[in-house]
């Protein structure tokens, strides 16, 4: 065989493999091994700007937006997930190459929660049947809101604290048993505050909804986009309006103790993809831009 045949067969030999070991999607995840309750994230290297990222974890999508040469997406894993494996799979779709994928599965860990015994007047808890209805159509709205997913990621860098001061908010999942009976977890963060301390939002976004609901009372929640939420209840007054655009930091209200609550306080949550994480760990998280 002349030398040039076999060159050119060593050239796309070596091609072809070079073209195979790109075909895997390099994904890490963080933190590698996230527990329940959490909002961990999905980080996709090395895909072209142009590339449509489209993948699931569990039964819930994902929504994916640049970052750092390549996309990431937020991954919320709800209070009441079950610990242990959870699948996810991944596609990048890229002008003029075959799409490539990477699945695998992630360790979710357990988490214990408190469990919270708290004794309420009986009004706030046993309901008429009418004051029964108005708490359901109001929870209603609320997971209508969480469901919408807007397209535009509107939240940028590290987030800040709702309220100032160095306390942590407590009593995220805590199991409640109320007037001695069981009842849903605690989806939120509770700080300790005097009435009229300003509540910020804790990143840019868009006032998605206001209320003055029977359990939150005054509340506002924010859109940050790409299906993550912000809740803020119990305030004393509110400071935007609906569909208002917010900056991070910027007032949205006060504390106060309107709707079910004991005293003056910011009840904080937050929502991923429909999933209730741990606002404290939306806090930390450490994304740069
Ligand atoms: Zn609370």
Known sequence: ?????????????????AAHATDRLTVTW???????GDVAWVHVHGVAGGAVIAGSVGDRSLVFFPYEGGQAALVGLDLEAKPGLLGWR???????????????SVAVGRRDFAVQRLTLPTGMVDLDPETERRALSETERMQAVYRAVTPERLW?????????????GTGFGSRRVINGKPRSPHTGIDYAAERGTPVVAVNSGRVALLGDF???GRLVIVDHGLG????????????VSDDERVER??????????????GPHLHFGAHMGGARIDPAVLLDLKLRD
């Open 1 to 17: 065989m002349p030398l040039r045949v076999l060159l050119l067969g060593w050239v796309l030999l070596a091609s072809a493999v």
């Open 214 to 216: 029977f359990f939150p």
């Open 156 to 168: 940028r860098g590290a987030f800040t604290r709702p309220v100032a001061g160095t306390e942590p």
């Open 249 to 262: 930091g910027q007032t949205i209200g006060t504390v106060g103790s309107t709707g079910r609550s004991t």
């Open 30 to 36: 963080h933190p590698l091994r996230p527990k329940v």
């Open 90 to 104: 991944i596609a990048a779709h890229e002008p003029g190459r075959a799409p490539r994928l990477a699945e695998g």
């Open 228 to 239: 993550l939420y912000t809740l803020y209840f119990h305030l004393d007054t509110v400071a």
